[in-house]
């Protein structure tokens, strides 16, 4: 008999009832982002907040530092198979286990673990819908209580469709075949902020808000009946052509991933540089103003 598919998404009731379950690993994947109004944005790590408040037994995966490569100026760069395997295993993510990641905030943190470890060839990996937030509404408890993980061994395997480098992405601009979906706000994708070094998109792509995923009163995933129609409006949902999605970093961009593969799309690519390492480069175009589509 074959066992049922690990979902992209729990609910708080679901966590709180296989939160003992031995196999279950849980894990706060929180990082800060401040993106002011008139300059560009700073990070930091989320260790400080997890260390204040989290789910009894999550771990912490610090996405700026283990899971990131070292010698990438681009921060939250996806680390080395080999420096992912050992990150993840040192947190008890391997074979056997299943793994529900949630954020303190902003539910991208989480789909950017969740997108990482679906390159790296691991499946059985979950979001908590809504997060800490919607955790604690529920009652669920917190604890400033290290936890000390069961480290397991991790032995996926890469697939590279699931990741686009700038060059990828420059000689996807003129395919056909391929659509890219820039996910940042209506304002940052027709060029009327200041948050990059230039303002404006990559030709040719189109626009769907990440923002517009979630309820904002929740920090919830809608369902994925009310955002079927906007998918199918950026033309996201297209069989005929590979979806690349991009954001500032690559972060928000595995957000749609992830909502995408809910829909039934399962192989969305990542341009993990985004803008910032598009715009790198000033000989790389960029478009202003109003969506193609």
Known sequence: MTAEPFPDLVDVSWLAEHLSDPDLVVIDSTSHLEVPEDGPYTIESGAGTYAAEHIPGAH?????????????????TAADHDRFAAAAGALGIGDGAKVVVYS???????????????FEGFDDVAVL???????????????????????????????????RSTDEVAQAVDDEGTL??????????????????RPGHIPASVNFPVAQL????????????????AFE??????????IVTYCGGGIAA?????????????????YDGSL??????????LVTGASPR
């Open 276 to 285: 910032t390492a598009w715009t790198a480069d000033p000989d790389r175009p």
């Open 129 to 163: 819908d809504g997060g800490l937030p919607a955790w604690k509404a529920a009652g669920g408890a917190v604890t400033t209580d290290p936890s000390t993980p069961t480290a397991r061994e991790f032995t996926g395997d890469r697939r590279p469709h699931l990741i």
């Open 214 to 229: 979630v309820d904002p009163a929740t920090g919830r995933l809608l369902p994925i009946s009310e955002l079927r129609p």
């Open 180 to 197: 890219l979906g820039n996910v940042l706000g209506e304002e940052d994708y027709r060029g009327e902020t200041t948050t990059y070094p």
């Open 104 to 118: 303190q905030h902003a539910p991208f943190w989480a789909t950017r673990l969740w997108w990482q470890l679906r």
């Open 254 to 270: 595995t957000g749609v991933a992830w909502a995408l593969a809910q829909a039934g799309v399962q192989d969305v690519g990542v």
């Open 60 to 76: 912490f995966a610090d996405l700026l530092t283990d899971f990131a490569d070292p010698g990438n100026d681009e921060p939250w």
């Open 233 to 242: 409006a950026a033309g996201l949902l297209n069989p005929e052509r590979a």
